[in-house]
């Protein structure tokens, strides 16, 4: 079963924009991971936040944790046309951290 | 520095016929393994991953099979293919002594007429 299920499913917006996205998982994590897929690549590694973190940075990226909510979020400052790609989350829950579950994604269109 | 290799890029088999996709890394020793399959507008679905040599662990009750005969080689096979087991076929690999990372490989792409 889906550990992690984003939201919107896809988003267009304007370059020069923010791009939220939003994801929820079931049980309990020890980290939550963020991936791009550009269309018919491999993914890429963006960011990872522990379960004890509440909020991370990276260049133009902002991840957020509410372990009390099983929610995070991914926000993108300032959109290019080159972030368009597929965004996916990815848990790893405790005693099984080589094991990562992937949300369905979201598709993100960035608009010139 | 680490680099993943898959291979073919993309194929084309008709059912029933058999299945070897290949992958390898450079640049590491003993990694961790894992082989997903990505539906089209999909996430992730983890088949296999592989802690070392000839250890293989399934997640999916499946028509395909893993194998890990080298260190930082790891190999899905299939001997009859089904039209479901169409799709993007992903290799990734971690070193958890360092990172929960994982990396990927480009992809495969199957389809199965």
């Known amino acids: 079963s889906q550990q992690g299920e984003e939201d919107p499913q896809a988003l267009s917006i304007q370059e020069g924009e923010n791009a939220t996205m939003n994801c929820s998982y079931k049980?309990?994590?020890?980290?939550l991971q963020w991936y791009r897929q550009n269309s018919g690549r491999g993914l890429v590694h963006l960011i990872l936040?522990?379960?004890?973190?509440r909020e991370k940075h990276s260049g133009r990226l902002r991840v957020t944790l509410d372990t009390s909510k099983k929610s995070s979020s991914l926000l993108i400052t300032a959109s290019r046309a080159a972030d368009t790609a597929s965004y996916f989350c990815a848990t790893d829950a405790y005693g099984s951290a080589r094991q990562l579950t992937f949300g369905s994604g979201t598709q993100l269109t960035v608009l010139p | 520095s680490q680099t993943i290799h898959q291979w073919p890029a993309t194929l084309v088999q008709p059912v029933g016929s058999p299945l070897s996709l290949e992958c390898t890394v450079e640049g590491t020793s003993n990694p961790n393994l894992y082989w997903y399959r990505q539906a089209a507008g999909r996430g992730l679905q983890l088949l296999f991953y592989?802690?070392?040599?000839?250890?293989i662990s399934s997640e999916v009750p499946q028509n395909l099979s893993a194998s890990r005969p080298q260190d930082r080689q790891f190999i899905l096979s299939s001997k009859k293919l089904l039209l479901s087991d169409s799709g993007f076929y992903l290799c990734?690999?971690?070193?958890?002594?360092?990172?929960?990372?994982?990396?990927f490989g480009p992809g495969t792409r199957l389809t199965v007429t």
């Open positions: 936040i522990r379960s004890n973190e």
């Open positions: 049980t309990s994590i020890n980290n």
């Open positions: 592989s802690v070392g040599i000839g250890q």
């Open positions: 990734a690999w971690s070193c958890l002594a360092v990172t929960y990372e994982q990396y």
